[in-house]
Nanobody
Framework: QVQFVESGGGLVQPGGSLKLSCAAS????????MNWYRQTPGKQRLLVAQITSGGNTNYATSVKGRFIISRDNAKNMVYLQMNNLQPEDTAVYYC??????????WGQGTQVTVSS
């Protein structure tokens, strides 16, 4: 059973920072690309950051330069450091593999709210 447990969300003022964590289980973590997505009510779930099994990173234009994705394979963890947060970053944030995205398998996510 594949499981992703996101944590670290909360309420922050514009310009603030948060670090999200995702604990993965049920997979050979180190061989998978890991992704962070976000979703607001009534909108599409969008990819915001990816880190490959080799450590290469990719970011959505909207977060590039502000967010940093990282991973710790020894702990089966992936992180998202979010800096200079803005109200438009308000969303539920999810981590997932590409396979999990394709199959519709998701954790509960963690809520990030940036006040306006």
């Amino acid at each position: 059973q594949v499981q992703f447990v996101e944590s670290g969300g909360g309420l922050v003022q514009p310009g603030g920072s948060l670090k999200l964590s995702c604990a993965a289980s049920g997979i050979t973590f180190s061989i998978y690309n890991m992704n962070w997505y976000r979703q607001t009510p009534g909108k599409q779930r969008l990819l915001v950051a990816q880190i490959t099994s080799g450590g290469n990173t990719n970011y959505a234009t909207s977060v590039k330069g502000r967010f940093i994705i990282s991973r710790d394979n020894a702990k089966n963890m992936v992180y998202l450091q979010m800096n200079n947060l803005q109200p438009e970053d308000t969303a539920v944030y999810y981590c997932n593999t590409n396979r999990g995205y394709a199959s519709g398998s998701w954790g509960q996510g963690t809520q990030v709210t940036v006040s306006s």
